[in-house]
Nanobody, 123 residues
Framework: QVQLVESGGGLVQAGESLRLSCAAS????????MGWFRQAPGAEREFVAA????????VYGNSVKGRFTISRDNAKNTVYLQMNSLKPEDTAVYYC????????????????WGQGTRVTVSS
């Protein structure tokens, strides 16, 4: 298991930016695929982005492509989610997740989850 702690959520206005951070520790955190998911009130959890340990071949959910960027600093065991041009529909609790693998195969790979950080975007 990997222990994950998110930070950086908050209340912003539409069009603004926010950066989320996720500090990881435990099971070779720097060598696993790291990802972000989100869950809006009354909705199912939605995949946002994932990045392998190599930093190559990042994957994004369709609703955030071109606006959000995932990055990681393996030396700090930290993954980030830069969110630009935020929209009210981005309002959700954002969760950091760690995969069991070093290569991204799919959203079912993730078996470690943080507690989440809330992002609210007002119109």
């Amino acid at each position: 298991q990997v222990q994950l702690v998110e930070s950086g959520g908050g209340l912003v206005q539409a069009g603004e930016s926010l950066r989320l951070s996720c500090a990881a520790s435990g099971r070779t955190a720097s060598s696993t695929v790291m990802g972000w998911f989100r869950q809006a009130p009354g909705a199912e959890r939605e995949f946002v982005a994932a990045m392998p340990s190599s930093g190559l071949n990042t994957v994004y959910g369709n609703s955030v492509k071109g606006r959000f960027t995932i990055s990681r600093d393996n030396a700090k065991n930290t993954v980030y989610l830069q969110m630009n041009s935020l929209k009210p529909e981005d309002t959700a609790v954002y969760y950091c997740a760690a995969s069991r693998y070093s290569i991204y195969y799919g959203t079912s790979d993730f078996d470690s989850w943080g507690q989440g950080t809330r992002v609210t975007v007002s119109s």
